[in-house]
């Protein structure tokens, strides 16, 4: 599972919101199924060269969410969730395509030409 997460220093998002976004895609995407063991706080840190603070603040933010699951002196798993709502990969993808809908208004491109484009893209 580490190999699936990376963070951007870099971006405007904090560390903690990129890391635990990732999470959830891979629980949606069936990357992590329900009762599945996560990394230790301590391992995703190294793994991510980042604070343990900022990973525990994910951790505790989908344990929150109903995400995940801690029970004291067992390792942090993935939650039973009843069957996720089909809605829920696209709620998922709400901001980016927000975005990119934005930029497209920006360049003046029409709905035909950004659904020829994502066919386009989709393709590779």
């Keep these: 599972m580490l190999e699936q997460l990376n963070v951007n220093p870099s971006s405007g998002e904090p560390i903690y919101k990129q890391l635990s976004e990732q999470i959830v895609r891979l629980i949606v ?38 995400w995940l699951e801690r029970r004291r002196g067992q390792p942090t798993r993935v939650a039973l969730r009843e069957l996720a709502d089909p809605n829920t990969h696209g709620q998922l993808l709400h901001p980016q395509v927000d975005a990119v809908i934005e930029q497209a208004k ?11 484009l994502l066919g386009d893209r989709w393709q590779k």
């Design 106 to 116: 920006q360049l003046g491109m029409s709905l035909d030409a950004l659904q020829t």
């Design 29 to 66: 995407g069936g990357q992590l199924q329900s009762q599945q063991v996560l990394p230790s706080v301590r391992q995703m840190a190294e793994h991510l060269t980042v604070n343990p603070m900022t990973v525990s603040r994910a951790v505790q933010q989908l344990v929150e969410q109903g």
